[in-house]
């Protein structure tokens, strides 16, 4: 048998002669060399956040988180809501509440304000001694309110004065 000689049958013999052998080494960078402290920056931090605002805020967290620890279990679960929603989260939604109790609840709190309007009421009556101011026949005061206002008397003399005058002109 005669083989014919190709190219792949030529680099199979040879394969453990060609073999390579490479190691991956993967790129490290290269440190900065520490820059010289003759060169100061003046410029300041553009930064949104220092280490010095994110302490203070530890701080603040850490001040609100014991200022809880005094309170008891239903205001201590209040706090808790209200400082979660302070950072961010959705407050949470109101409980259910029957409907008709929500009306009866609601007729309650207008009986009150209504007793509270007569209690205001009845206080101020007292108070005032039950002054009570006279109304005022004169339509034209309000028109003329940044001018003043327009007195009965004027408006007698007025007629008075003109009645005469007419008079005189009659009898001539």
């Known amino acids: 048998m005669s083989l014919i000689v190709t190219k792949a049958a030529l680099a199979l013999k040879n394969a453990e002669q060609n073999f390579q052998v490479v190691k991956f080494e993967a790129h490290k960078p290269k440190k900065k060399q520490a820059e ?69 609840k609601r007729k309650q ?21 039950g002054k009570k101011k006279k109304k005022t026949n004169n339509d034209v005061g309000h028109f003329l309110s940044g001018y003043g206002k327009v007195q009965k008397k004027d408006l007698k003399k007025k007629d008075e004065s003109s009645s005469k005058k007419k008079k005189k002109k009659r009898i001539v």
């Open 36 to 104: 010289v402290p003759d060169k100061i920056e003046t410029k300041p931090q553009l930064t949104p956040f220092t280490k010095r605002d994110l302490e203070l805020k530890k701080v603040r967290h850490e001040i609100v988180k014991f200022g809880m620890s005094g309170f008891d279990a239903t205001k201590k679960e209040e706090a808790k809501i209200a400082l979660a929603v302070s950072l961010g989260a959705k407050p949470p939604k109101r409980e259910y509440l029957n409907y008709k109790e929500l009306m009866e």
């Open 109 to 129: 709190e207008k009986l009150k304000e209504k007793e509270d309007k007569q209690a205001m009421i009845s206080k101020s009556i007292l108070q005032t001694g």
